[in-house]
């Protein structure tokens, strides 16, 4: 399970995603139960990024292992004057995964405009899926255009349904950002040797 909280200092998380106390209660809670699968990710902005260390180390003490990063994705806005990617280079000591260094790198490949090698496969909408704190359900972090329904309203067939009838299922590699898409690479099943 993968919890997303942009900061340690619940006035920047709310002022970026909201629901601050909600998912810091979700974090303990599971962990408290005995959860041993708990992720967190992080989407480094221009507000978070001086305080990321301090964020990352906070979940470290709150008990979560698998800690995770994403630079945000602002297509029109490739430059780095608010030193996003220097947060992220200065976090990657503190990253556990043994590919955060190559992530970070392409991270800032794919914010140059440069091309990536495709060492990850999106699987978004095919096994993976995004669930808001609402319950709406999407294929994607990237296509909110695209609603399968509601988790907390409809029944599982028809989430199921909606689900065999989008268009991202038909695709083995989803139409999306392919290689480039920043969210790929911090998720360690999409890596491939």
Known sequence: MDISIDSHDAAIHDAQRGYHA???????????KGYRNVATTTVVTNLNAPK???????????GVDDVRIQRVFLPENTSDVSGIMQAMYDAEPYLRTPHAPRYIELTRHAFE??????FARCRMGKEYFVCNAQGMLTPCFHRNDIVLGNLFEEPVGVLLEALERHDLIMHDVPLCFGSHCASLFDIPTFWRR
Do not use: D, N, Q, Y
């Open 22 to 32: 909600g998912a810091v209660s979700s974090i303990v809670g599971l962990l408290k």
């Open 52 to 62: 990321l260390l301090e964020t990352i180390l906070w979940l470290r003490e709150l």
């Open 113 to 118: 405009g440069r091309p990536a090698s495709c």
